[in-house]
């Protein structure tokens, strides 16, 4: 079964850049592309999809580089096939739901019925969604242990 892992670069309230700030950093891209390779693994992804908030677009580069540099590294990140999608710009595409319409090309509204994510999520299936810092901290837990994390 097809399963996706995306994570949500689109903070749409004003004046809100924390995900820049994290992202500008070289280390830090290369983290939140491991722990996402490192989900993708973990539940059988083969399908990662970087949603970028479109005022961010010049990071798309930056971001293919780390991808390509992290993959190469750790040949058994290679297999998951990376996607970078710019975000169209409204608030709501931060809400999950809206955020898989507008990757898949609907507009970026919330779906009616409350479905979870991990069974009905990007194009219907079984998909993992979270922020640049959770998946940052993935490789880090990975490194020094989740009692040392906590």
Known sequence: MEKYVVVNIDEGLPSTFKDWVLLIDEANRKKMIAGMCICASTIGAKNAVVYLRYEYRNLKEDLNKSIKEVQGMH?????????????????VAGEGSALFESIEGKG????????RSTTNGLYNKPTVINNVETFIAVPIIMQVGGTAWA
């Open 108 to 115: 970026a509204r919330p779906r009616p019925e409350k479905q």
């Open 75 to 91: 040949p058994e990140f290679a297999k998951v096939k990376f996607e970078i999608r710019l975000g169209g710009g409204p608030y």
